[in-house]
């Protein structure tokens, strides 16, 4: 199944494929590169803006992981845009007041910003503060995710050290001139659906508190040095409530943190304080290199093609770029992801395909490919033969090597199906039955019972419907009746591959058993849910949106009792049900779809998301 999420997004374009489209003037500066550990910056605004750019959000990113106590975070190195002048930044820009904005695409984050000097860091770190919490993988409450976005924003490296705490004038001003405040109680329990959250006159005072509170818990000495900010952190992640939390670790109640939040604001004794930092030496010494035109137009094409009422000039600028560059397998993906969003599969096809061809980087595009061969009837050959390209980029992609199995298995070459499956390490627990099913009936086809029934009994390990157990149970009551015949010899000389490996059964049993929730009177399902399975939950309602975040999506779905978020991750995981598929979905508001939702409560699901999506039924 095609994992994009450009299926999802909703656009209707023109893609213009005649005649030659001059690049516009405002693609062709002098564009500089500047890439760190974690950073790629592309900028006309001079090679010292660029490094103390790059430097300045490798800072800001190592005190937060360090301040949370957060590990560190896998994926494609943030994109950081930065203009040299307003003028060159308005095209770009999604409203006329913007000067910084953060914005997902099908591959990478993106921060772009009106200019690169110090006075434009603020709304830069305020969106990369909730771009990394995002990618921390931890369920941030919204408070926490706010109050540390306005506390990071003033953020100034000085040295080798960080100075934390400066404050922010219209937020003070506003909580001393009101008497009235909200309750910690009631900071603590908005989310995205509340009043204080999306009602202008309310929000102020969640934004105003939510930084206060953040500033006292971690420069204040009266809570410093009874505990850090990052342990309370950790403790609500992990499910406890602030209630019990402050509690624990600073021996008060929400009444006495209220009392000395008003006192801290009231008195203006509000504190700084310098930290030491310490990057890593390809953040302290960032590369810089000159970015070609082509190189600078493509990124700023790729930048275009996502933002909402701009696909049009993304099209024309790709357009251009392949007439200019026909060899360039990045400008035909980028027009192949633009005609999918616009529901031309036949022209998607086609230039993704060319850009295969062309020898693309990205194992997304080979996948998206084989997706479009796969709906055009294309043999199996053809497909193994694109995602072993695929391979070639990522040799140790799981997921890559089970679909290239099971296309194996589809032309019945299982030996080379049990070749790609025994070189599958760790595989996640909700693909393991997929797997050890799979290489349990390919054992079964080549005469290998005795391997074949040891992958069947692992598959029994991660069984969970009743058709699948049925299924583990009637296959191993095939190996027994064959087994009794005799195991014949075939293929056994010519089959190098690691067999079911000796675990023991029991031992797993118990690990797995360990794993899943009790049942226990605070896990039970809310009244919406109903549960369908260990950690997985049931929602029945109304699909009422599809909050389209470039790689993720967030589904909202109204129930009988309340409206709830539940995140998709990944579309290609997803088992939808019913008369439509994943092309169907679009971006906005969804006509009240009736629909029914298995997910699994995750951490992974994001602030404000109840848990992932892993299937759907359309009613």
Same mark, same amino acid.
């Given at each position: ?22 690049? +516009? ?17 592309? *900028? ?109 924003? *003033? $953020? ?49 005072? =969640? ?11 971690? $420069? ?5 040095? %009874?505990?850090? %900010? ?54 302290? /010494? ?25 696909? /049009? ?12 560059? +026909? /060899? ?18 036949? %022209? ?41 390209? !695929? $391979? ?39 693909? !393991?039955?997929?797997? =050890? ?19 069947? /009994? ?63 009177? *605070? ?18 309602? &109304? ?8 790689? *993720? ?5 109204? &129930? ?5 978020? %539940?995140?998709?991750?990944? +579309? ?6 019913? &008369? ?40």
């Amino acid at each position: 199944m095609l994992t994009s999420w450009q299926g999802l997004q909703r656009s209707a374009l023109v893609v213009f494929l005649g005649a030659v489209i001059a690049l +516009p003037s405002w693609a062709e500066g002098e564009w500089i590169k500047v890439t760190s550990s974690n950073f790629e910056l592309y *900028t006309t605004a001079g090679e010292k803006r660029g490094r103390n750019a790059v430097q300045h959000f490798e800072t800001i990113r190592q005190f937060f992981l360090d301040i949370t106590g957060t590990t560190e975070f896998s994926g494609q190195p943030v994109r950081i845009i930065g203009f040299r002048s307003k003028k060159e930044y308005a095209p770009y820009s999604p409203n006329e007041v913007a000067a910084a904005f953060y914005t997902p695409s099908r591959a990478r984050d993106y921060i772009v910003m009106s200019g690169i000097s110090s006075t434009e860091y603020p709304t830069a770190v305020h969106e990369y503060m909730h771009l990394i919490q995002r990618h921390s993988g931890k369920k941030y409450s919204l408070w926490m995710n706010e109050g540390l976005a306005q506390l990071y924003e *003033t $953020l100034t490296p000085m040295g080798k050290k960080v100075r934390v705490g400066d404050v922010n004038p219209g937020r003070y001003q506003f909580l001393r001139s009101k008497s009235s405040w909200i309750s910690l109680e009631t900071l603590f329990s908005v989310d995205y659906e509340s009043e204080h959250y999306n009602e202008k006159k309310r929000a102020g005072m =969640f934004y105003g508190e939510s930084w206060a509170l953040t500033h006292m818990l971690s $420069l204040s000495p009266d809570y410093r040095e %009874l505990n850090s %900010l990052g342990n309370l952190i950790a403790a609500v992640v992990g499910g406890e409530s602030e209630a019990a939390a402050f509690q624990r670790l600073y021996g008060k109640t929400l009444d006495e943190v209220y009392r000395d939040l008003r006192t801290y604001i009231r008195e203006g004794r509000l504190f700084a304080a310098l930290f030491d930092i310490k990057l890593q030496k390809a953040a302290e /010494e960032p590369q810089v290199e000159p970015a070609s035109e082509l190189e600078a137009s493509l990124v700023l094409a790729d930048l275009l093609s996502v933002m909402r009422g701009k696909e /049009e000039k993304a099209s024309g600028m790709y357009a251009a770029l392949v007439e200019q560059n +026909p /060899e360039s397998a990045e400008a035909h993906e980028g027009l192949g992801y633009l005609a999918f969003r616009a529901k031309d599969d036949n %022209l998607a096809r086609k230039h993704l395909g060319r850009a295969v061809e062309l020898g693309s980087k990205s194992v997304k595009t080979h996948r998206d490919y084989v997706y479009f061969l796969q709906q055009n009837g294309a043999k199996a050959a053809e497909m193994i033969a694109v995602l072993e390209k !695929a $391979l070639l980029i990522e040799l140790d992609n799981r997921d890559l090597h089970f679909s290239v199995a099971l296309l194996y298995m589809q032309d019945h070459s299982y030996v080379q199906a049990l070749r790609h499956m025994g070189l599958i390490r760790n595989m996640d627990e909700e693909k !393991a039955f997929r797997l =050890f099913d799979a290489m349990a009936f390919a054992y079964y086809e080549i005469g290998r019972f005795e391997d074949g029934r040891k992958a069947a /009994e692992k598959a029994r390990l991660y069984a969970k419907s009743p058709d699948e157990i049925l299924r583990v149970d009637r296959m191993l009551e095939a190996f027994d009746a064959r087994t009794a015949e005799g195991e014949p010899a075939l293929e056994r000389a010519d089959l190098e591959v690691p067999v079911a490996e000796e675990d023991d059964v029991e031992q797993m049993l118990k690990l797995k058993r360990a794993s899943q929730p009790s049942a226990t009177e *605070t896990d039970q399902p809310a009244p919406w849910e109903q549960r369908v399975g260990p950690g997985w939950l049931r929602a029945e309602g &109304t699909f009422e949106e599809l909050e389209c975040l470039g790689g *993720t999506a967030n589904m909202h779905v109204q &129930t009988a009792d309340k409206r709830i978020i %539940l995140a998709i991750l990944d +579309p290609g995981s997803v088992l939808v049900r019913g &008369t439509k598929t994943m092309l169907d979905f679009r971006c906005g508001a969804q006509g009240s779809q009736p629909i029914a939702v298995e997910y699994e409560a995750s951490q992974e699901a994001g602030a404000g998301a109840a848990g992932i999506v892993r299937a759907l039924e359309y009613r």
